[in-house]
């Protein structure tokens, strides 16, 4: 097991999601347990769901010097930029660090995929692409990376890691090595992913979309609900912002079992968590809340309610945030975070909203209504296809000093 990691502050932070815009949008969604799923009103043709969709995406209008960049993954990831003042917080760390000190780390699992199902959906006579569509930055993997360090002036290392549903998880990692090393002063992480037929439809294949809003840990769940969402946090050494809440330790694992099936036993969940406890220096008991990876799919709770079964007491309180927010796939891992943040500056514990009878599976640690309590340290798990597992444990930043 690794050694404690040198704690970071998370000197601001901001999600957007289909509970709206912002963090007291979520805030809000989250203490009215309102589930911001609707019947799919998106997908190129009929498809029987429910979705998680961001209002005012196609309403968002990019600054003259990015109109170049226009997709709706960059659209969303440009009004999620707009909130909680995160523009103005990086602005400052850049004049503090210099551009070149401030790397750019952001995940997501089909970057701006939509604009080139587009593009081929209006083929011109030839097999070419539309004139309006001959934007070779925006059908790259790293469109997201590559637009938001353009939007936010940044210089520094930019990375675009996509590890399907832990790729905005995985991130605060990648930081937290460059800040060790001396590689960096600051770091913008975060994610960005979009509806997209793909998505929509590649899931569906799988036959891991319900027909209904996702019931995660319910006994009769049967499948996921797909949403979107963009959000980022700015890290900093703790000297920077003593009080402010705290990236305490991470923990990953590839376990490789299966492209889109966790491993029976959860192993590699198991070891990115152990991971993070080790990093975080804090013992299981320690943990207030969990935020879970919960995604409504047969395999993926059965396999996470039995790790907390088995690794946590009663006292650690548990729940997926997904019926509230849809599965938000490579923007999971940072909205989660964001979700665990709040939770620590306002004592709430989010409901597993959206299970009407508890699978039995599920121990006593699960929190099936919202509750009040106070939270010092708090984890948020991801777990993506191939085994990409990610844990991240936060902390007020009293109990980290």
């Known amino acids: 097991m690794p050694l404690p990691m040198t704690p970071l502050a998370i000197t601001a932070y901001t999600a957007s999601s289909a509970l709206g815009c912002g963090l007291a949008a979520q805030l809000d969604g989250l203490r009215a347990a309102h589930s911001s799923l609707r019947p799919n009103d998106f997908s190129s043709a009929p498809l029987d769901c429910w979705i998680g969709r961001v209002d005012g995406v196609e309403a968002c209008t990019l600054p003259t010097n990015l109109t170049a960049w226009t997709c709706r993954n960059n659209q969303l990831a440009w009004l999620g930029l707009q909130q909680d003042g995160f523009t103005d917080r990086v602005a400052t760390a850049r004049a503090r660090y210099g551009a070149d000190r401030i790397a750019l780390l952001l995940g997501t699992s089909t970057a701006s995929i939509g604009a080139t199902e587009e593009a081929y959906r209006r083929l011109d006579p030839d097999g070419g692409f539309a004139d309006d569509m001959l934007r070779p930055a925006i059908h790259a993997p790293h469109s997201l990376t590559a637009f938001a360090a353009t939007a936010l002036a940044l210089e520094g290392p930019s990375l675009t890691v996509s590890t399907a549903c832990s790729s905005s998880a995985k991130v605060f990692a990648s930081a937290a090595r460059m800040l060790q090393l ?143 927010t849809g599965h938000t796939l490579g923007a999971a891992g940072i909205v989660e975070a964001a979700i665990v943040l709040l939770a620590i500056e306002h004592g709430l514990i989010p409901g597993n909203l959206g299970s009407e009878c508890a699978d039995p599976d599920c121990g006593p640690s699960f929190a099936w209504r919202n509750e009040r309590q106070p939270v010092s340290v708090a984890l948020s798990n991801s777990f993506g296809f191939g085994g990409n597992n990610a844990c991240l444990a936060f902390a007020r930043g009293e109990v980290a000093a």
């Open 182 to 324: 001396g590689l960096i002063d600051a770091a913008v992480v975060g994610g960005v992913d979009s509806l997209c037929d793909s998505v929509l439809f590649g899931f569906n294949a799988l036959e891991l979309v319900s027909a209904d809003r996702c019931r995660p840990f319910d006994a009769a769940r049967d499948g996921i609900s797909i949403g979107e969402a963009a959000g980022f946090a700015l890290l900093e050494r703790v000297e920077q912002a003593p009080r402010a809440p705290r990236l305490i330790g991470y923990g990953e694992s590839s376990d490789a079992h299966h492209m889109s099936t966790p491993h029976p036993d959860g192993l590699g969940a198991e070891l990115a968590l152990h991971e993070a406890l080790a990093r975080a220096g804090v013992d299981a008991s320690r943990v207030d809340y969990i935020n879970l990876h919960g995604t409504a799919s047969q395999k993926n709770d059965a396999v996470e309610a039995a790790l907390v079964n088995r690794c946590f007491p009663a006292s650690t309180r548990a729940s997926s945030t997904k019926g509230f």
